[in-house]
């Protein structure tokens, strides 16, 4: 059994609410990404439409898990099937939505760009 911590202290600053599809980055066509794990462990893989516009967002900063957009289906097929350490924390009173615990999803695996098609850094 997996247990949570709630961190009590505000989250990162950059920390981004995404409200609709348009708050994320513009990236859907197929790009390769070479993954590299705490081991320094390396593979490459390739990712489109909506599963790489939330790569590319956690590649920018943490963002909120709950929104109306519903990013947790997809957060969890990278890291299922493509192999991204994303993590989740969960942090106590969201002043913005009056929730007593919301969680945060925060890249932990090192993501770059393996080819020059697109990307928006």
Same mark, same amino acid.
């Given at each position: 059994?997996?247990?949570?911590?709630?961190?009590?202290?505000?989250?990162?600053?950059?920390?981004?609410?995404?409200?609709?599809? =348009? %708050?994320?980055?513009?990236?859907?066509?197929?790009?390769? @990404?070479?993954?590299?794990? $705490? !081991?320094?462990? *390396?593979?490459?893989?390739?990712?489109?439409?909506?599963?790489?516009?939330?790569?590319?967002?956690?590649?920018?900063?943490?963002?909120?898990?709950?929104?109306?957009?519903?990013?947790?289906?997809?957060?969890?097929?990278?890291? =299922? %099937?493509?192999?991204?350490?994303?993590?989740?924390?969960? @942090?106590?009173?969201?002043? $913005? !939505?009056?929730? *007593?615990?919301?969680?945060?999803?925060?890249?932990?695996?090192?993501?770059?760009?393996?080819?020059?098609?697109?990307?928006?850094?």
């Amino acid at each position: 059994m997996n247990s949570k911590t709630t961190i009590y202290a505000p989250p990162p600053a950059n920390t981004v609410r995404n409200s609709r599809w =348009r %708050d994320f980055p513009n990236t859907v066509s197929p790009a390769q @990404y070479r993954i590299t794990d $705490e !081991t320094g462990k *390396a593979h490459t893989v390739t990712v489109s439409k909506n599963k790489r516009r939330v790569l590319e967002g956690l590649m920018r900063a943490p963002m909120y898990c709950a929104s109306p957009v519903r990013i947790s289906d997809l957060v969890h097929i990278l890291k =299922r %099937d493509y192999g991204v350490d994303i993590a989740m924390d969960l @942090y106590a009173n969201d002043n $913005e !939505t009056d929730r *007593a615990k919301f969680g945060i999803y925060t890249l932990k695996s090192k993501v770059e760009l393996a080819n020059g098609n697109g990307g928006t850094y």
